[in-house]
């Protein structure tokens, strides 16, 4: 598969794949597994080079909360979404839903993205992690949002069988795009 690479006036150009003679045969899950961590420790590896007591000015958009009558549990619930602002918020987001929003952290520093936490809060209970969103914010453009692992809202077929188990919070994130919804016709944000 072809890679991107940055162009001479910044704008992305198709290159090589990176490994363009990888097999995964003769290859154990293990060894497989072992890459994938490998190649994920060293994606945009220069991104994280801000150290975690790094900050950055806010992006200009504003958080947002939304209250509701919840239909799964019953009770009343408050949906937020803020803005991740120094690079240990972004390692924390990035562990609690297992995925990589600290390789944004270079680029929230220069204000060219901005990372949010979307969450839902129950009565007397700490905040949910539901969604991580990533904000073009030159061109006011939500360019990806992920649940936990990297699933999307409505993406069945990445959701790994343990991950199943945990109906209240896939409930909770098939009801995120709406919640996004809201958010960007306020903020007058478009989608990628």
Same mark, same amino acid.
Request: charged share 30%; net charge neutral; proline share 6%.
């Given at each position: 598969?072809?890679?991107?690479?940055?162009?001479? /006036?910044?704008?992305?150009?198709?290159?090589?794949?990176?490994?363009?003679?990888?097999?995964?045969?003769?290859?154990?899950?293990?060894?497989?597994?072992?890459? =994938?961590?490998? #190649?994920?420790?060293?994606? /945009?590896?220069?991104?994280?080079?801000?150290?975690?007591?790094?900050? #950055?000015?806010?992006?200009?958009?504003?958080?947002?909360?939304?209250?509701?009558?919840?239909?799964?549990?019953?009770?009343?619930?408050?949906?937020?979404?803020?803005?991740?602002?120094?690079?240990?918020?972004?390692?924390?987001?990035?562990?609690?839903?297992?995925?990589?929003?600290?390789?944004?952290?270079?680029?929230?520093?220069?204000?060219?993205?901005?990372? #949010?936490?979307?969450?839902?809060?129950?009565?007397?209970?700490?905040?949910?992690?539901?969604?991580?969103?990533?904000?073009?914010?030159?061109?006011?453009?939500? =360019?990806?949002?992920?649940?936990?692992?990297?699933?999307?809202?409505?993406?069945?077929?990445?959701?790994?069988?343990?991950?199943?188990?945990?109906?209240?919070?896939?409930?909770?994130?098939?009801?995120?795009?709406?919640?996004?919804?809201? #958010?960007?016709?306020?903020?007058?944000?478009?989608?990628?």
């Amino acid at each position: 598969m072809p890679q991107q690479l940055p162009g001479p /006036n910044g704008h992305p150009i198709e290159g090589p794949p990176a490994q363009p003679n990888f097999s995964m045969k003769g290859r154990s899950i293990t060894k497989l597994l072992r890459l =994938v961590d490998e #190649w994920h420790g060293d994606l /945009n590896a220069d991104d994280y080079a801000l150290g975690e007591e790094d900050a #950055w000015e806010g992006s200009g958009f504003r958080g947002f909360e939304w209250e509701e009558e919840d239909a799964f549990s019953g009770e009343r619930v408050l949906w937020s979404i803020r803005e991740l602002r120094t690079t240990l918020d972004l390692l924390a987001e990035g562990r609690v839903m297992h995925h990589c929003a600290a390789s944004y952290a270079r680029r929230c520093s220069e204000g060219e993205r901005s990372v #949010w936490s979307m969450q839902l809060t129950y009565p007397a209970k700490l905040p949910q992690r539901i969604l991580t969103i990533a904000l073009d914010n030159h061109k006011k453009t939500v =360019v990806d949002y992920r649940g936990k692992y990297n699933m999307h809202p409505h993406d069945n077929k990445r959701t790994a069988k343990k991950h199943w188990q945990d109906r209240p919070y896939l409930y909770y994130l098939r009801q995120s795009p709406r919640i996004l919804r809201l #958010w960007m016709e306020r903020e007058g944000l478009r989608h990628d």
